[in-house]
Nanobody
Framework: QVQLVESGGGLVQAGGSLRLSCTASERTFTNYAMAWFRQAPRNEREFVTAIRWSGGNTYYADSVKGRFTISRDSAKNTVYLQMNSLKPEDTAVYFC???????????????????WGQGTQVTVSS
């Protein structure tokens, strides 16, 4: 069973930066795409960003474009989320997700992904 292990969350002031990491536990894991979603209290889990493993195409929610950057290290089976210019409204639990096979769902859909991490808390103070 593949596990996704996230790290890097924490408390930061508005305008600051954080970098999240997510590593798939199985080195033989075949990765089609990985993504980050987030969920604030009383809100639905929402798409943040995704990266296609082959080719590195990236996709972003409008709310984070220009501030967040997703990247990957294929050798480490790891995806990163660099978050700059953080705002209080970015406060949420951030979840890593992985898709091990092609799907017709869009990259922004939760249904695209068949593995999920446990989540890491990001809190941005004003």
């Amino acid at each position: 069973q593949v596990q996704l292990v996230e790290s890097g969350g924490g408390l930061v002031q508005a305008g600051g930066s954080l970098r999240l990491s997510c590593t798939a536990s199985e080195r033989t894991f075949t990765n089609y795409a990985m993504a980050w979603f987030r969920q604030a209290p009383r809100n639905e889990r929402e798409f943040v960003t995704a990266i296609r493993w082959s080719g590195g195409n990236t996709y972003y929610a409008d709310s984070v474009k220009g501030r967040f950057t997703i990247s990957r290290d294929s050798a480490k089976n790891t995806v990163y989320l660099q978050m700059n210019s953080l705002k209080p409204e970015d406060t949420a639990v951030y979840f890593c997700a992985a898709a091990s096979r092609y799907s017709s769902f869009p990259y922004s859909s939760r249904s695209m992904y068949n593995y999920w991490g446990q989540g890491t808390q990001v809190t941005v103070s004003s």
